[in-house]
T-cell receptor
């Protein structure tokens, strides 16, 4: 079984600053996907960034980047130049390549609050 | 159009009521999902439909009855619910159930259900 751990229940950051969210996971699989989802007050889950485990290069999407350490089973998310609209719950998620989308394993989430 | 539309946005129902939640997508996706999300928790998978057939039921009580009338529409029929069933119910869809490069699961904004 896979487990995903997010150890930071809440993080606060000022506008334009940088915040890093941690995520660790436990798996015996070699091929898998990792995701960061964002859930703002509008409640919709939005995919922020994804990483294929076989790719060594860290994924980036505009102000969002990850630090993927496969050996350490760590997958942190860095939000640069934070904006008020980044205020949301952020979920780290794991999925085996053989699974279906429904089998996303979510972490407990980290609430990010961006302050003016 | 990358939208998954859920109606209603809010629903209050009594324990003896029968109600239905609706989810619609027009992206040509052939896999659709129902999730239950309690406050400050990650979503939990309830059902997966693949090509209009129920492929996963995560041991959900029979008071929740899913239905997929066609490839664009997913319903969740509710009957004799308990107060502990109060939660956010999220619908999602994906191209098909398998994870492929450059595909993702799209989520709706959910229905906030309160059982009184």
């Amino acid at each position: 079984a896979q487990t995903v751990t997010q150890s930071q229940p809440e993080m606060s950051v000022q506008e334009a600053e940088t915040v890093t969210l941690s995520c660790t996971y436990d798996t015996s699989e070699n091929n898998y996907y990792l995701f960061w989802y964002k859930q703002p007050p509008s409640r919709q889950m939005i995919l922020v960034i994804r990483q294929e485990a076989y790719k060594q290069q860290n994924a980036t999407e505009n102000r969002f980047s990850v630090n993927f350490q496969k050996a350490a089973k760590s997958f942190s998310l860095k939000i640069s130049d934070s904006q008020l609209g980044d205020t949301a719950m952020y979920f780290c998620a794991f999925m085996r390549t053989t699974d279906s989308w429904g089998k996303l394993q979510f972490g407990a989430g980290t609430q990010v609050v961006v302050t003016p | 159009d990358t939208e998954v539309t859920q109606t209603p946005k809010h629903l209050v129902m009594g324990m003896t009521n029968k109600k239905s939640l609706k989810c619609e997508q027009h992206m040509g996706h052939r896999a659709m999902y129902w999730y239950k999300q309690k406050a400050k928790k990650p979503p939990e998978l309830m059902f997966v439909y693949s090509y209009e057939k129920l492929s996963i039921n995560e041991s959900v009580p029979s008071r929740f009855s899913p239905e997929c009338p066609n490839s664009s529409l997913l319903n969740l029929h509710l009957h004799a619910l308990q107060p502990e069933d109060s939660a956010l119910y999220l619908c999602a869809s994906s191209q098909d159930a398998l994870v492929r490069p450059n595909t993702e699961a799209f989520f709706g904004q959910g229905t906030r259900l309160t059982v009184v």
